[in-house]
């Protein structure tokens, strides 16, 4: 088998991963201090293996990027990451919870954004932060004084007292990722954030992100611009049809794949390889 050692990680061929030596029941992985641990996490319909064996740990302080082709199986793991999905085999913990068996612990730990956020089109933005408050066990006046600066620098401020039903694909993204944001998480999970988002609004968001690292805290996002991935992130995974291509450093990968080259180099370097 042709791999690369790249310090504790390995980028290995899609069609020649190790396997596992064995399969764990979902909720059998001992939390080892990560905020999230992935192991040998698999979903599949019928014939087909939408994830394979997947095996990663995110860390306190780290923003990690989850990257790869639309139909890698990106939000097929966040999916299962936030218990909307219970795997096939393997497991899913964050902060040493199951994530499907002990979703209501994982859910006060995290802060989710679904790249199509839905609420109800009959509820102002005001209305729909506040709700979410109180199910926080947040005042309107504590919900107000945590949304309205986050508001304001996403320029939403002014739209708050419109219906979701006129908001656009961006307007409910920045709403959405106020509501993520609204208890203060300890882990950001965020599948494609800035889909739908303007220049300026992308800017903002990637300040926050760096902000909520700086703050100790920990952001898990997926997305197929790699541009993005190679500023805000020191650490990502590759996927390809639903299997771990590549695991490590940025730097440590383009050591390895594509000396002197970009992420898009290392990234073609490695699909490309396991497409043949």
Do not use: W
């Amino acid at each position: 088998m042709s791999q690369i050692q790249s310090d504790d990680e390995t980028v290995f061929d899609q069609d020649q991963a190790p396997e596992p030596e064995s399969h764990e029941p979902p909720g059998s992985h001992v939390h080892n201090g990560s905020v999230v641990g992935l192991k040998g996490l698999c979903k599949r319909y019928g014939d087909f293996d939408a994830v394979v064996d997947l095996d990663l740990e995110v860390q306190a302080g780290e923003m990690f990027a989850l990257l790869g082709p639309n139909g890698a199986g990106k939000t097929t793991t966040i999916r299962m990451m936030m218990g909307i999905l219970q795997p096939t085999a393997g497991s899913a913990r964050i902060h040493g919870f199951d994530c499907f068996t002990q979703r209501e612990q994982v859910m006060a730990e995290v802060g989710y954004l679904p790249d199509e956020p839905v609420f109800y089109d009959y509820l102002r933005g005001r209305e729909i932060l506040r709700f979410v408050g109180e199910m926080r066990g947040l005042d309107a006046k504590e919900v107000d004084r945590r949304t309205i600066p986050l508001l304001e620098r996403l320029e939403l401020g002014d739209a708050l007292d419109e219906f979701a039903t006129n908001y656009s694909k961006g307007m409910k993204k920045k709403l959405a990722i106020t509501a993520a944001l609204l208890h203060e998480p300890r882990l950001l999970i965020l599948d494609e954030p800035t889909n739908g988002l303007d220049p300026f609004a992308t800017r903002t968001l990637h300040a926050v992100l760096r902000e909520q690292i700086e703050a100790g805290r920990s952001v898990f996002f997926s997305t197929h611009l790699l541009d993005q991935a190679e500023r805000l992130c020191d650490r990502i995974g590759i996927v390809y049809r639903g299997r771990l291509a590549a695991l490590g450093r940025i730097e440590d990968l383009r050591a390895k794949l594509a000396p002197g080259g970009t992420l898009e180099e290392i990234f073609f370097s490695v699909t490309e390889e396991n497409e043949a």
